[in-house]
């Protein structure tokens, strides 16, 4: 199995796509970085930004917290979906999967192979994006604490050193980064479902962002809260509010709940699917 996984994450490591990738998770995060540099020195401006990003300046550690609340809504969901959904999709639009299942391993063990494959590159995507905003943080804004000031009628303000705000970090990217769980378990699915990667990756990312829309309509209610989207920024209240919320708890138990019933989807019909590519 480790030599299985060996081979799969050297493929998928090694392809143009995913050096592009890299590249942009590392290119976007410092430009973002520049560009908050560049709205702070504007002193004619009457504003700072908006949430983290109107905090960001203050030091670099809070850097990688803004960049993650606006990268986690479409481009780390975008990117998460490809992976997760060219998994398989990839091998039989070229025509490679049946020479895959020749070797003495089982399609259950090849596909969870696969999907572990993807789940590794999907949480080393976005820990590059960290990383990139934080050595751009830091270059730029140095490592300080950070005071959030109170808001009238809601919470006073607050203080976090800076040992609290790259604890909050890691936290929030590693949350991040699980809340990707349930994308890869449909991605999974969808990549068995059909033979051409960009329908696996369309109805995948599609998914999410169906998700998403739905979730902002409040007449919805309570099933809202089952959305795989609905909990995903959960953490930013550990940075605006001073609190680890509740809702990061409830989302962990929604990504596993849609890991389960999906992954047992994906492997129940890999094993069963008559392989023609």
Same mark, same amino acid.
């Given at each position: 199995? #480790?030599?299985?996984?060996?081979?799969?994450?050297?493929? &998928?490591? /090694?392809?143009?796509?995913?050096?592009?990738?890299?590249?942009?998770?590392? +290119?976007?995060?410092?430009?973002?970085?520049?560009? #908050?540099?560049?709205?702070?020195?504007?002193?004619?401006? !009457? =504003?700072?930004?908006?949430?983290?990003?109107?905090?960001?300046?203050?030091? +670099?550690?809070?850097?990688? &917290?803004?960049?993650?609340?606006?990268?986690?809504?479409? $481009? $780390?969901?975008?990117?998460? !979906?490809?992976?997760?959904? =060219?998994?398989?999709?990839?091998?039989?639009?070229? *025509?490679?999967?049946?020479?895959?299942?020749?070797?003495?391993?089982?399609?259950?063990?090849?596909?969870?192979?696969?999907?572990?494959? &993807?789940?590794?590159?999907?949480?080393? &995507? /976005?820990?590059?994006?960290?990383?990139?905003?934080?050595?751009? !943080?830091?270059?730029?804004?140095?490592?300080?604490?950070?005071?959030?000031?109170?808001?009238? *009628? #809601?919470? !006073?303000?607050?203080?976090?050193?800076? %040992?609290?705000?790259?604890?909050?970090?890691?936290?929030?990217?590693?949350?991040?980064?699980? *809340?990707?769980?349930?994308?890869?378990?449909? +991605?999974?699915?969808?990549?068995?479902?059909?033979?051409?990667?960009?329908?696996?990756?369309?109805?995948? @990312? *599609? @998914?999410?962002?169906?998700?998403?829309?739905?979730?902002?309509?409040?007449? $919805? %209610?309570?099933?809202?809260?089952?959305?795989?989207?609905?909990?995903?920024?959960?953490?930013?209240?550990?940075?605006?509010?001073?609190?680890?919320?509740?809702?990061?708890?409830?989302?962990?138990?929604?990504?596993?709940?849609?890991?389960?019933?999906?992954?047992?989807?994906?492997?129940?019909?890999?094993?069963?699917?008559?392989?023609?590519?």
């Amino acid at each position: 199995m #480790i030599a299985l996984i060996r081979t799969e994450f050297t493929k &998928a490591a /090694t392809r143009t796509r995913t050096l592009i990738i890299a590249l942009l998770l590392v +290119g976007l995060p410092t430009l973002i970085v520049v560009a #908050i540099n560049a709205r702070g020195d504007r002193p004619d401006r !009457g =504003d700072r930004g908006e949430g983290l990003f109107r905090l960001a300046k203050q030091s +670099g550690l809070l850097v990688p &917290a803004a960049v993650l609340s606006v990268t986690s809504g479409f $481009l $780390l969901i975008v990117i998460a !979906g490809t992976l997760a959904a =060219d998994s398989v999709a990839s091998d039989s639009s070229w *025509g490679n999967l049946r020479y895959l299942l020749m070797r003495p391993v089982s399609r259950g063990r090849l596909l969870v192979a696969k999907a572990f494959v &993807a789940g590794a590159l999907i949480w080393a &995507a /976005t820990i590059l994006v960290t990383i990139a905003a934080l050595i751009a !943080g830091i270059i730029l804004f140095g490592v300080h604490g950070a005071t959030v000031p109170g808001v009238a *009628g #809601i919470a !006073g303000g607050f203080h976090l050193s800076s %040992g609290a705000l790259l604890l909050r970090v890691v936290i929030a990217t590693a949350y991040v980064a699980f *809340g990707f769980t349930a994308l890869l378990a449909i +991605g999974t699915l969808f990549s068995t479902l059909t033979d051409t990667a960009a329908s696996a990756i369309g109805a995948t @990312v *599609g @998914v999410y962002i169906v998700s998403e829309i739905l979730d902002s309509i409040s007449q $919805l %209610g309570v099933a809202r809260y089952a959305f795989p989207t609905h909990y995903l920024s959960a953490w930013e209240t550990m940075f605006t509010q001073n609190t680890y919320s509740q809702d990061m708890v409830a989302g962990i138990v929604v990504q596993l709940v849609y890991a389960v019933v999906f992954g047992i989807a994906a492997v129940t019909y890999f094993q069963r699917k008559d392989i023609r590519s």
